[in-house]
């Protein structure tokens, strides 16, 4: 079994930052992709970053050049920094992870994600 388990979220004012972090845990062999996902209310899902094993990152371009996200391979984790917050990055920020297991089964692992909210 795998889980994925965010922490960070919180209420931060206008131009503020925040700094998500996602563990894995688990019967986990390997991970390949990481990502942050967001929904606001009363709206789907979004990519936030998507980033590879490598440490390579795609960003919406929402949030190109305020957030940065890292993995530490070794300590299966994923983080968000998250700088100049504006009130539309408010939303439930969900991690998401790519993993093969010890099993050699590959599966999608999503956390149950961690809200956060800009706003003054």
């Known amino acids: 079994q795998v889980q994925l388990v965010e922490s960070g979220g919180g209420l931060v004012p206008p131009g503020g930052s925040l700094r998500l972090s996602c563990t894995a845990s688990?019967?986990?062999?390997?991970?390949?992709?990481m990502g942050w996902y967001r929904q606001a209310p009363g709206k789907e899902r979004e990519l936030v970053v998507v980033?590879?094993?490598?440490?390579?990152?795609n960003y919406a371009d929402s949030v190109k050049g305020r957030f940065t996200s890292s993995r530490n391979n070794a300590k299966n984790t994923l983080y968000l920094q998250m700088n100049s917050l504006k009130p539309e990055d408010t939303a439930v920020y969900y991690c998401?992870?790519?993993?093969?297991?010890?099993?050699?089964?590959?599966?999608?692992?999503w956390g149950k994600g961690t809200l956060v909210t800009v706003s003054s």
């Open positions: 998401n992870a790519d993993i093969v297991t010890t099993a050699y089964y590959r599966m999608n692992a």
């Open positions: 980033i590879g094993s490598g440490g390579s990152a």
């Open positions: 688990g019967s986990i062999f390997s991970i390949n992709t």
